[in-house]
């Protein structure tokens, strides 16, 4: 996939997705992120550039991201969700996305989700296991999502290091946006 599909597929999102379709949106991003951090040359892969991440580092903090929320969306974890209360609120994804680049660009970051720092040095084997541990990752959370009834998704809250409290299926579509936006930067910046 190139930089402009990347763009396209996250420009041409609808409003909104229910359960069937945010399952078949993040299997469609797990196969899109698998091809295209697989075919990124190791020499490359472990290459910090000048500004921002490294691949293995974008991938180390998606991992991070997506398994988090994945195990608070487990069946069994379910309750402690009652803590955030309930919500009305229907964002949007394109919703989401403005919240989550505004506050970007006023200063917030990835805190504590920030990869520690990566080495340089080459290792084939590496690169296979951090991108299977994210493909894992993403699998997990396709995992849950059936336990998950509709009312569920729109009414529980949960809580986002920058968004703040937003229901379970904003957290969704940020974290089907969050796979696709640093994998389009890394992109970008494979194509200077």
């Known amino acids: 996939m190139d930089i402009k599909s990347f763009k396209e597929h996250i420009e041409n999102f609808p409003p909104t997705f229910n359960q069937s379709e945010l399952i078949e949106q993040f299997s469609t991003a797990k196969n899109d992120i698998l091809d295209f951090y697989t075919a990124i040359p190791e020499s490359i892969f472990f290459s910090k550039p000048e500004i921002g991440w490294s691949p293995l580092e ?10 988090v929320v994945a195990l608070f969306l487990r069946k069994e974890l379910k309750f402690l969700l009652l803590l955030f209360g309930q919500s009305d609120s229907k964002k949007s ?11 970007l660009n006023n200063g917030s970051g990835a805190g504590v989700f920030s990869p520690l720092f990566a080495t340089n040095n080459i290792d084939v084997e590496k690169k296979k296991t951090e991108i299977k541990s994210l493909i894992e990752s993403i699998q997990s959370l396709i995992n849950v999502l059936p336990s998950w009834t509709e009312d569920e998704l729109d009414r529980t809250n949960i809580v986002h290091p920058i968004l703040g409290i937003i ?8 974290s089907l946006y969050h ?5 389009s930067k890394v992109q970008l910046r494979l194509n200077k």
Do not use: C, P, W
């Open 58 to 67: 974008n991938i180390k903090h998606l991992n991070t991201a997506t398994s």
């Open 93 to 103: 994804i394109q919703e989401i996305i403005k919240n989550y680049n505004d506050k």
């Open 167 to 174: 229901t379970v299926r904003e957290m969704l579509y940020f």
């Open 179 to 183: 796979l696709y936006h640093h994998s």
